[in-house]
């Protein structure tokens, strides 16, 4: 039983990956569950034994995925640091770090921003990216209002405007590194830029 458990394991990651590939090649809305099938190497029944259908496979995928805001923000948010800002500052070049090394979250942003239409059958989707989107925001104003009570905050801004600008800039950051295929150093100017906004709000 353990060995068909481990089995039924694989085969399910299998199709993950391969529904990873196919939607990074051609897009989710024109991926077919049988080219899915294919690529993974079994059967459109293994696919459906696992899987509802396409929507569900997206799904798996983002459940597997952990963008870097998240990940490097929830660590910031149980630092005990007396900084605020400080820690904020390194935790996003930290991320810049963690999302240049793993290819895989890399691939999945991608297809969030670059290779699905969220209409149709994906338009379910908009609202969990909705979701994960005010996750990160809350976060991020959770650590400037921490500032702000600190008297860290810059009086030209608050939690509540800086925490969006900072999110945008860092999406940005990821976003076009990607559609320019890599063509700028990342983490090098990325940090950059970063560190200067962050200057903007620090209370001088």
């Not at 989707?125 to 979701?131: E, F, K, S």
Request: net charge neutral.
């Amino acid at each position: 039983m353990r060995r068909t458990k481990a089995e039924a394991a694989e085969t399910r990651e299998a199709i993950i990956i391969a529904a990873e590939q196919m939607f990074l090649e051609r897009g989710v809305n024109q991926t077919s569950i049988q080219e899915i099938a294919r690529r993974a190497g079994v059967t459109r029944g293994a696919v459906y034994f696992h899987f509802k259908d396409k929507l569900d496979i997206f799904q798996a995928i983002l459940g597997q995925a952990c963008f870097p805001q998240e990940e490097i923000m929830l660590q910031a948010a149980a630092c005990n640091q007396p900084n605020t800002l400080n820690v904020l500052e390194t935790s996003l070049i930290h991320a810049l770090n963690s999302f240049i090394a793993n290819e895989r979250q890399q691939i999945v942003f991608t297809i969030i921003n670059q290779r699905c239409e969220y209409v149709g059958e994906m338009a379910p989707i908009i609202a969990r990216l909705q979701d994960a989107r005010a996750n990160v925001l809350s976060l991020f104003t959770a650590l400037l209002e921490v500032a702000e009570r600190r008297n860290e905050l810059s009086r030209e801004w608050t939690a509540q405007t800086a925490a969006p600008i900072l999110l945008a800039v860092f999406g940005g950051l990821l976003s076009d590194w990607l559609r320019s295929d890599k063509s700028f150093d990342l983490v090098t100017y990325g940090s950059k830029a970063i560190s200067a906004l962050i200057l903007s709000f620090r209370h001088r």
